[in-house]
């Protein structure tokens, strides 16, 4: 079982920037990777995206492309999401996500957080 904490959520203008964190404890030699998810007021949930532990991989939606970057700190167990350039529709309960090893799922999610983009 991992647990996840996000942080860093807040209240920007469109074209400013925020940094996202993401603290993992538990079992984390169980991840082989994670993620960041958002989900807007009346959409489904969206992949945003994802890093690897050990591959040095990383993964983006195309709506962010360009504008978002994904680091780790595994000495911290931290992930973190830079977003840059941010849009009104960025606006969005921000998930962290690890995941599972054995299923190759993202099976252990965060609280959330809240990113609020103004135009």
């Known amino acids: 079982q991992v647990q996840l904490v996000e942080s860093g959520g807040g209240l920007v203008q469109a074209g400013g920037s925020l940094r996202l964190s993401c603290a993992a404890s538990?079992?984390?030699?169980?991840?082989?990777?994670m993620g960041w998810f958002r989900q807007a007021p009346g959409k489904e949930r969206e992949f945003v995206s994802a890093?690897?532990?050990?591959?040095?991989?990383?993964y983006y939606a195309a709506s962010v492309k360009g504008r978002f970057t994904i680091s780790r700190d595994n000495a911290k167990n931290s992930v973190y999401l830079q977003m840059n350039s941010l849009k009104p529709e960025d606006t969005a309960v921000y998930y962290c996500?690890?995941?599972?090893?054995?299923?190759?799922?993202?099976?252990?999610w965060g609280q959330g957080t809240q990113v609020t983009v103004s135009s």
């Open positions: 538990g079992r984390t030699f169980s991840s082989v990777g």
């Open positions: 890093i690897s532990w050990s591959g040095g991989s990383t």
């Open positions: 996500a690890a995941k599972n090893q054995l299923t190759l799922t993202f099976d252990s």
